[in-house]
C-alpha cells in the first residue's frame, strides 16, 4: 500500500466491509508460522502429534490468527492508520492444514474523540466450518483531512 491508497476518515461509511482476505493454511505456511513466533509445540506443525491430543489436524496457533486480522485491518486503515485495542478474539474451532481461512470485517461506527478520528470494526475469521474466530471488536484511529497542514 503506497501513501497514495491511504483511506481517510471522512471516506469511512458505517456498514462498509473490509476487503476479505484469502490465507490458505499449507503445511509449509504453518511450519513457517511456528517457526516465525518461536511457538515449537508440535500440534502446530505435526498432523500426527495433533490428533493425538485430539485435535482433527495440526493447527494455527494465536499470534498467525492475530495477524491474519491485523493485514485485513491495515488493507483497510493504510499505513498511516493505527489499532487502538483489540476484544472478542476467541477462537470457536481449529484452523487445521488444508483449510482456507478467510478474515471479513464491517465498519460499526465513527467518531470523533477530541482530535483523534476513530472507527469501530468488527472483525472475524471463517473456514470451512463457518466463524472460526470471533467475532471482534478492533478500534483503529485513521487519518483526517481535517488534521492535514
Known amino acids: 500500500m503506497s501513501e497514495a491508497d491511504q483511506r481517510y476518515w471522512e471516506d469511512i461509511i458505517v456498514g462498509d466491509s473490509l476487503s476479505p482476505v484469502e490465507f490458505p493454511l499449507t503445511v509449509a505456511r504453518l511450519v513457517m508460522a511456528a517457526g516465525s513466533n518461536r511457538d515449537f509445540n508440535s500440534i502446530h506443525h505435526n498432523s500426527e502429534y495433533a490428533q493425538e491430543t485430539g485435535a482433527p489436524d495440526m493447527y494455527t496457533n494465536v499470534i498467525f490468527l492475530q495477524g491474519m486480522w491485523e493485514r485485513t485491518i491495515r488493507d483497510y486503515i493504510g499505513l498511516a492508520g493505527t489499532i487502538k485495542s483489540l476484544k472478542g478474539f476467541r477462537m470457536k474451532v481449529f484452523n487445521t492444514v ?52
Open 98 to 149: 488444508g483449510e482456507t481461512v478467510v478474515t471479513k470485517g464491517t465498519v460499526k461506527k465513527k467518531w470523533r474523540n477530541g482530535d483523534d478520528p476513530l472507527v469501530e470494526l468488527e472483525i472475524w475469521s471463517e473456514n470451512s466450518k463457518g466463524i472460526s474466530v470471533g467475532p471482534g471488536t478492533v478500534v483503529v484511529t485513521i487519518p483526517s483531512r481535517v488534521n492535514e497542514t
